[in-house]
């Protein structure tokens, strides 16, 4: 999640019953003969350690490194290098031993075992009351964690043994099970966080055990980790001695600085340093993104898209094309539904057969133009917020607003800073003004049903306040739903309503995005990236 991607995690029910451990109608993106630019999830591991990593965080300096607002890109990069959950994520998103190993007993009941040499970076082990104290922490509603929601069936965890503790459900849910491989069910030690006022902060610090430890936080400057030492498995130790963290948000300079090899790697740059990078020294790789890119609607009761006849005039009016190759290149496919192709990660049918009957991702200004004549004359432009520095947001914008005076909608834009954009997301009184904004965010396993239940009529992300009873119903069964067919069919019901609705106009999916300096390898390049330590590996290149 990026400097708008402050979204909610959505997660996949893989391995429910087994132990936890082991394009059509929208436009396609190239194959990998077409381009040139290699399509993979990690990159081959170092051969040697680097002295020092420089990795560059596009959407700025975190705002935190507690486990518990692993929520953004910034945060989740440098948070995965540190803290484990329970199970870890691998670069295609299956699930394998983290801290521990986890078997499904039944529906509700997960037994956990912590990896006997598991130990926090002071030595100390990682005990089940630091399981049952972190998973606790995160779901409680004081503590702000976006991963409470994804917790909420959990009705207790009973330690069974300094190792060993059991997780119980109230009822089956679906999308418990992959995110123990995510923050959710990240582990921290508990007599530090209770014994350090500004736990996740620059002056508090934090206390994990992964394979990286804080080094410094120099705010507004760079965030140094340090390799462990000691780190409690060898398998994943890191190769490099040092991985530092820089800030810089201008295109430009971050892409040049990438390019003199000033900087060693970067995730998600700007699309605009696409061609540079590429004809550079170092190497540009693509891997699989859940990610999703579109306009989203802002209070839909009133304002100039109120009239659906609007919303679905100016979704026709898009240049979905125009966009998709001359902002993103070959960086992104066209797309049709709130959440990407790569998301359907189990009843493939299923989601193919609704993704070709949804009508989105093609444009026609001639019944653009019919549906808007019909509808009521606006009386003031439609608003249309974004983040200024990004410069695919801005081009996308500019774009918008094209389109919309091609079938003689007036779009007014509203460009702004990092922070007034954050706020979008979660501040009712930072919407104000404003109709329609260019929605980022991403799944953390391909699992569409959990990331719907952030849209429902109470959703913590449902800016446009779209009430449906269908819809929040359908929803909330396809949470309790284990059989895949089933849960397929419903979440694929729920899609159709919210876009017959026209709540959210999809236009992209993206790639993960990763440019590695000449001469070094080992990065994760999928957005698998966010809960793994994927800096481990990274050295260089034989």
């Not at 490194?65 to 910034?74: H, K, L, M």
């Not at 119980?168 to 099970?177: G, N």
Request: aromatic share 8%; hydrophobic share 40%; net charge negative.
């Amino acid at each position: 999640m990026s400097h708008r991607r402050l979204l909610p995690a959505s997660v996949s029910a893989v391995a429910l019953a087994v132990v936890l451990a082991g394009c059509s109608g929208g436009g396609t993106s190239p194959s990998a003969e077409e381009s040139e630019i290699p399509r993979l999830d990690a990159t081959d591991a170092g051969t040697a350690g680097l002295p020092e990593i420089v990795w560059n965080l596009p959407y700025g300096e975190p705002t935190s490194i507690d486990p518990a607002f692993s929520s953004s890109e910034s945060n989740s990069a440098v948070i995965a290098n540190m803290c484990e959950s329970l199970l870890l994520q691998n670069p295609d998103f299956t699930a394998s031993p983290g801290l521990a190993e986890v078997t499904a007993v039944d529906d509700i009941t997960y037994e956990v075992v912590i990896d006997e040499r598991a130990a926090f970076w002071d030595g100390s082990p990682v005990t089940a009351e630091d399981v049952k104290f972190s998973i606790e922490r995160t779901k409680n509603p004081d503590t702000g964690s976006t991963w409470a929601a994804v917790l909420a069936n959990v009705s207790g965890v009973e330690v069974t043994g300094d190792r060993t503790a059991t997780i119980r459900l109230s009822v089956p849910d679906a999308l418990f099970a992959a995110h123990l491989a995510t923050p959710a069910a990240a582990v921290v030690q508990r007599a530090f966080v209770e014994s350090t006022p500004g736990h996740g902060t620059a002056d508090g610090g934090l206390m994990c055990s992964g394979p990286f430890e804080l080094g410094e936080w120099a705010l507004g400057e760079d965030i140094t980790l340090t390799k462990s030492d000691d780190y409690w498995n060898p398998e994943r130790a890191a190769l490099s001695d040092s991985l530092r963290f820089t800030f810089n948000t201008d295109a430009a300079s971050a892409t040049t600085a990438m390019q003199r090899g000033e900087i060693t790697g970067s995730y998600n740059f700007a699309v605009s340093g696409l061609d540079t990078l590429a004809d550079s020294d170092g190497s540009v790789t693509f891997g699989t993104s859940l990610g999703l890119y579109g306009l989203m609607t802002v209070n839909v009761d009133n304002g100039p898209l109120a009239d659906i006849r609007v919303r679905e005039a100016l979704q026709l009016a898009i240049d979905y094309a125009g966009i998709r190759d001359g902002v993103f290149q070959d960086a992104a496919e066209i797309n049709k539904t709130f959440t990407p192709r790569a998301a359907w990660g189990y009843s493939e049918p299923i989601f193919e057969s609704a993704w070709d009957a949804i009508a989105a991702g093609t444009t026609d200004l001639d019944a653009a133009r019919d549906l808007l004549a019909e509808a009521p004359a606006q009386e003031r432009p439609v608003v249309l917020s974004y983040y200024a520095d990004l410069p695919e947001d801005a081009q996308v914008a500019s774009s918008v607003q094209a389109a919309a005076a091609e079938i003689g909608l007036e779009v007014e834009l509203n460009p702004q800073t990092a922070s007034e954009n954050i706020a979008m997301y979660f501040d009712a009184a930072a919407r104000e003004g404003t109709d329609l904004m260019v929605w980022a965010g991403y799944l953390d396993v391909p699992e569409p049903a959990a990331y719907y239940q952030y849209y429902t009529s109470d959703g913590v992300f449902n800016v446009a306040g779209f009430s449906d009873a269908e819809f929040d119903s359908v929803v909330s069964e396809s949470r309790t739903t284990l059989d895949d067919d089933a849960r397929a069919e419903l979440i694929t019901t729920a899609q159709a309503i919210y876009a017959d609705n026209r709540i959210n106009f999809p236009i992209v999916s993206q790639n993960t995005r990763t440019f590695l300096a000449e001469g070094v390898t080992g990065a994760v390049t999928s957005q698998a990236f966010l809960y793994s330590p994927w800096a481990v590996n990274i050295g260089t290149a034989e």
